[in-house]
């Protein structure tokens, strides 16, 4: 069984500030740093240090190269990378005094996969092995349809939620991975149960977590026996940078589903490993090393 991340790969622009600008506003950055980043990254970098064998699949710009030398460190086979001559994909990020991030997005790099490109990558991989994507590259609903077609198992973080994910078909989905903005988004409903009983409703086989922030996480698993539910509590810490959060706890999460962990132990270490990735600064930088998340939880 592989896993494979057909995602994003962004250098990361990071401006502290003591809140985020507001229009027509000119505001003084307290400091600049250039880091890796991009969903697709962070997220395999979270799979590969919470134990997976994991690939990664993109195309990449010439600017590009210590995103691929990150993602070899990290023991991310990148294989699936393809050269592009188009620049690299890249975030412009404010981090506020709490802690707190918002982000604008160039895609880049990210959005010139082609069919071909799908075709090729997904030739690499079969029936039961894992297949994660987000919302940062393009031809996202060929790659759902080529992988579903082959039985892969299909992970989706749908983040950025946008108009565009309407094309994809979430009934081909195994997981779909959200926060409660995205999950109402999706739903309709502001309320994480009842957004899970409108999607339940729509795709009875989609098995979906919902991330709560302070408030912890749920996962709605579907199997032949019907659909176990399980709740973990957010770990409390202090938060100086929370960009990976949600990609740390996915890799976690998936990661240990594809080991067959049970599913509260999947969230438990998911949740610990987001709750150390946001007391540190940057995105794929601030991700723990599983022996990190391992003593942690002989400690509790």
Known sequence: ??????????????????YFVRAGETLKAASRQVMPGGKGLNQSIALARAGAKVYHANCIGADGAFLRALLEESGVDTAYLRPTDEMQGHAVIQVDKKGENCILLYGGSNRVVTQAQIDETLAGFEAGDWLVLQNE????????????????????????????????????????????????????????????????ARYPALSVLITLGGAGSVAHRVSDGGVETARQEAFRVQAVDTTAAGDTYTGYFIGGLAEGRPLAECMKRASLASSISVTRAGAAVSIPERAEVEARLSEL
């Open 1 to 18: 069984m592989k896993i494979l991340n057909f995602g994003s790969l962004n250098v990361d622009y990071v401006y502290a500030v003591d």
């Open 137 to 200: 590259i393009n031809l996202l609903p060929r790659i759902v349809d080529a992988a579903y077609d082959k039985g892969m198992r299909i992970a989706l973080n749908p983040s950025p939620y946008e108009d565009s994910l309407r094309e994809v078909d979430f009934s081909k989905l195994s997981w779909l991975l959200v926060n409660e903005v995205e999950a109402s988004q999706i739903s309709g409903s502001d309320d994480p149960e009842r957004a899970w009983d409108v999607l339940h």
